[in-house]
């Protein structure tokens, strides 16, 4: 009997121990009608210490159920297994929730959320300034450009050449640009440059600033501000985009420049067909804000291209054109305004008087008249391109003419070509397959592709024999023609950063006594624009 009560009170005495070893999870056995087991643990309160406020997460978990094997119905059948029943169990468990404001009885320091909430307002503040601004409601962030040159320039001059200009060498930073440009409202854009100080010391000067709005209704593409005139393929691109060193042959000597003025222009049949018109002021402003006269003169100004084959994105193309300029020139010195000056291998780098070597002198006349022709095409890596130029000054009764003409082939060794840019009827930039791109791999400098090579050859023809024995102030001859040849080499390590390497041959037949002298011309170049 004894050893009865002592199992008796053995085994109240496991219990209590079994039901105390986790005072905080009780767990209660509930048979649901499928015959399966839901275990539910629940909280106990008064045992559990003080802790953040938590929510409950429940999982529902498989547990194998033991259940008896049945017998065989005979003694010859083995015996049968049945699978056990699979029970649920139900587990709650409970996950601290951050508080946004503590009470103030938590062990947590209220000033730790109030930083994590200047945090998140600094975040979300910073997020919403990155965020591209929406165009169509607004202007987008300006995009910064520009564009940078170094040259070095190296003239012969034969003894049996005395009596022409001695050019002298030259070397230093050729041209240093910066400017801003950008869209809105996805019908406007706008472009402000400014050109720095050069080699020659000549003040900053605003060369682009205007504003543009597309799909005006009749107008098409209206532009307001200062920039170029249209006169001529070669002109068009800028000093970013020519395929030597200078501006193709004659076009320095017909071009007009930056003026002051509005422009329309329109694309027709697929935007194959481009027509331009402007009407300017007839001074330039360059570092000035204005010009100040009673009468500062007109420009009218109209350019059409037409590309009937165009392919492959612009790899291939055919391009004609043709632009015509009429100049009302009257100023605050009426009758005398600068003429047409031309330097050795047209190029007009500062290299000033004495490095002109044919000009006209000051041009007497009101009224000018400038138009010329281009033609251009492209097949690949092959291209041609050609333009020719005449100009007429003064009246009706007393008028003087020039004339030029040029010639441009080139081809990339590489594959490479320029795109024809349709939206300006020029032939746009070079596109780079495979850029030249220095690298460092397992300690050794090496490089990624070997950028775009290309050779060309250039022609340039200037007639000014209509000022021969012309009179003026100075010493330089006047009138006269010059022929130029080019042969040279560019290396494109992308489409933004190239070397230039550059010969000329130079010859010229100046004033009236029809002196003949000539210059041979080394010239490089690296440049990078962005």
């Known amino acids: 009997m004894k050893k009865i009560w002592f199992g008796f009170a053995a085994f109240l005495l496991g219990s209590s121990l079994i039901y105390g070893y986790d005072a905080e999870l009780q767990y209660k056995t509930v048979f649901d009608q499928s015959g399966?087991?839901?275990?539910?643990?629940?909280?106990?309160?008064?045992?559990t210490p003080r802790r953040p406020q938590t929510t409950t997460l429940t999982q529902q978990v498989p547990v194998s159920m033991p259940v008896p094997i049945p017998m065989a119905t005979h003694h010859s059948e083995p015996p049968r297994l049945t699978?056990?029943?699979?029970?649920?169990?139900?587990?709650?468990?409970?996950?601290?929730?951050?508080?946004?404001?503590?009470?103030?009885?938590?062990?947590?320091?209220?000033?730790?959320y109030a930083e994590l909430d200047?945090?998140?307002?600094?975040?979300?503040?910073?997020?919403r300034t990155a965020a591209p601004p929406d165009t169509r409601r607004g202007f987008s962030t300006p995009r910064v450009s520009g564009r940078m040159s170094f040259d070095t320039w190296m003239f012969s001059q034969p003894d049996r050449c005395a009596d022409c200009p001695n050019i002298q060498n030259k070397a230093g930073l050729r041209e240093f640009r910066l400017g801003v440009s950008g869209t809105g409202y996805e019908a406007f854009d706008y472009k402000i440059e400014l050109i720095f100080p050069d080699s020659t010391g000549a003040p900053v000067q605003l060369t682009d600033m205007w504003i543009g709005a597309k799909n005006m209704p009749g107008l098409g593409y209206i532009r307001v501000g200062h920039f170029n005139l249209e006169t001529g393929n070669g002109y068009m691109t800028g000093t970013t985009q020519t395929t030597g060193t200078s501006f193709l042959g004659p076009?320095?000597?017909?071009?007009?420049?930056?003026?002051?003025?509005?422009?329309?222009?329109h694309l027709f049949a697929q935007d194959r067909i481009r027509w331009f018109g402007g009407f300017f002021q007839g001074q330039a402003i360059n570092a000035n804000r204005s010009y100040q006269a009673d009468y500062q003169g007109y420009m009218l100004n109209t350019r059409l291209t037409a590309v009937p084959y165009f392919s492959a994105g612009g790899r291939n193309f055919l391009h004609f054109g043709g632009h015509y300029s009429f100049v009302d020139a009257l100023s605050q010195s009426p009758g005398a305004h600068p003429g047409v000056a031309i330097n050795a291998g047209g190029n007009g780098w500062g290299l000033?008087?004495?490095g002109q070597t044919l000009r006209t002198g000051t041009i007497q006349g009101r009224y000018q008249h400038r138009s010329g022709l281009e033609l251009a095409y492209q097949r690949g890596p092959f291209g041609v391109m050609s333009e020719a130029f005449f100009a007429r000054y003064g009246s009706a009764d007393d008028h003087r003419t020039a004339r030029g003409a040029s010639l441009e082939l080139s081809y990339f060794l590489t594959g490479d070509h320029r795109a024809y840019n349709l939206a300006n009827?020029?032939?746009?930039?070079?596109?780079?397959?495979?850029?030249?791109?220095?690298f460092r791999s397992g300690g050794w400098n090496l490089v990624n592709g070997t950028g775009a090579w290309q050779i060309y050859t250039q022609y340039g023809y200037i007639d000014l024999t209509d000022w021969r024995g012309v009179t003026v102030l100075g010493t330089q001859p006047i009138g006269g023609y010059q022929h130029d040849l080019t042969l040279g080499v560019n290396w494109f390590w992308t489409s933004n950063l190239r070397w230039m390497f550059e010969y000329t041959h130079s010859q010229q037949n100046t004033g009236s006594n029809r002196k003949y002298c000539y210059q041979d011309i080394l010239g490089a170049s690296v440049r990078v624009y962005w």
């Open 352 to 354: 000033g008087d004495p």
């Open 118 to 127: 200047r945090l998140n307002s600094a975040i979300q503040q910073l997020q």
């Open 251 to 265: 076009s320095p000597a017909f071009f007009i420049g930056r003026r002051l003025g509005i422009s329309s222009e």
């Open 83 to 112: 699978a056990p029943p699979v029970a649920t169990v139900a587990l709650r468990t409970e996950a601290p929730v951050v508080q946004h404001a503590p009470p103030a009885t938590s062990c947590f320091d209220p000033h730790v």
């Open 425 to 438: 009827g020029v032939v746009g930039a070079v596109q780079v397959n495979r850029p030249f791109v220095p």
């Open 36 to 47: 399966q087991v839901a275990v539910s643990p629940e909280s106990s309160p008064a045992l």
